[in-house]
């Protein structure tokens, strides 16, 4: 197969200082990994009649801010403690959004990029730190010595040293990834590989490549066989066509005339797999959430975890953000397809995920044991606010209003 292949699955259906994690916090991450399912360090009581009460507000929250349709799930000690639908798929048909209803992830995707990658290392197909040039041996930059030396790790941490979001807008105006990735030798670099982070989704998606020349076959069919049907993520899928054949699925939704109004899903991102192409529904990412917090080591050992939430490099502009973000991170890391925060002195696994009609986001507090999944079919901002809302409440934080709408600008 040529360099920069579709990712087509063979199965039906500022500056940031890199941070390699020392040896020493690696086993303190394997301890704490390894040691989830043992105990909850919280004294409290289970979460459960706290995740009734977020219900009631998602719920409220839906049918206030005029919200098509969402679905969240709550996990915590290994067990999904809320798992709820709301709304609706598509605002014309009025079909309810059920705990089983597909929706777009985005971003989420890269964690299941990482982890892949992750499974791969352990099993000696693939290197962290090994040049990809080795698989790849047509890949190259405007700087080939800079290309030579871009690994797996780089990339899954978006330390390749290109601009954010090198080639994102030509992916939007549907130029197809081959060429995408082969344009990448034309960008101009802003740093070495490894000394700096931006964001990608063009570089990222390399990922695939790698994964095809070490294994000989399709990213998204090994991520079927080694981590959705073993995880019982039996709706999860990759594509377009696969989302539309859901039994039910999430339709986007875009602001129209002052409303919400519902669209094809665009093709642009299912274009490249490992940074966007994931469908899966809230009960199937509450399974995802579980194995990643420690509960199926059989599936994903203690000691993948660990390298896969392991800080890389720092990410500063994350505590500048508004809203949570900007008053509750202390610190903001990414990992390999996931981003690490220091959330008010607890450490904080998250990613969000952004397309067309679409927005996700996922998040555990290792610590204490539970996570969050919240998918919905539109562009509103307002849901983002149930992650910190229910962390707050698991880690006995003052209680805010992170669902409030953000202020109108004032014109000057």
Known sequence: MALFAKHTSAMPRKKAKPTRLPAR????????????????????KDFSQEALEIERIAEQMVARAR??????AIVEDGKV?????????????????????????????KAFAGTLSAMLVREGAMDWDAPIVNQLPTFTLRDG????????????????????NTFDRDLEADQPYPLLAGKLAEAPLTCSPGECYAYQNIAFSLVGDV?????GDFYAAQVEKRIFHPLGMYGATFGRGELESSPSW?????RSGGTWVPVRPKENYYRVPPAAGVNASARDMAQWLIAQMGHRPEVLPPELLAEVQAPQVETPGEIRGSGWRGERLRAAHYGLGWRIYDYDGHTLVFHGGAVQGYR???????????????????????PWGLMPVTLDRALGLPRKDWLAPPAPRRRR
Do not use: C
């Open 211 to 215: 994964v095809f020349a070490s294994t």
């Open 250 to 254: 999430a339709r986007p939704h875009v």
């Open 81 to 109: 403690i809320s798992l709820r639908g709301y709304g609706v798929v598509d605002s014309k048909l009025l079909e309810p959004v059920t705990p089983d209803t597909a929706f777009r992830v985005a971003s989420l995707s």
């Open 25 to 44: 916090l690696v086993a303190v991450s394997l301890l704490a990994v390894a040691g989830l399912a043992a105990a909850n360090p919280d004294p409290r």
């Open 145 to 164: 010595q800079a290309a030579s030396r871009i690994s797996v790790r780089q990339i899954l941490s978006h330390q390749v040293g290109l601009a954010y």
């Open 360 to 382: 996700a986001l996922a998040g555990f507090l290792p610590e204490r044991d539970l996570g969050i999944v919240v998918l919905w079919n539109s562009e509103s901002t307002v």
């Open 67 to 72: 919200i098509p349709g969402l679905a969240m």
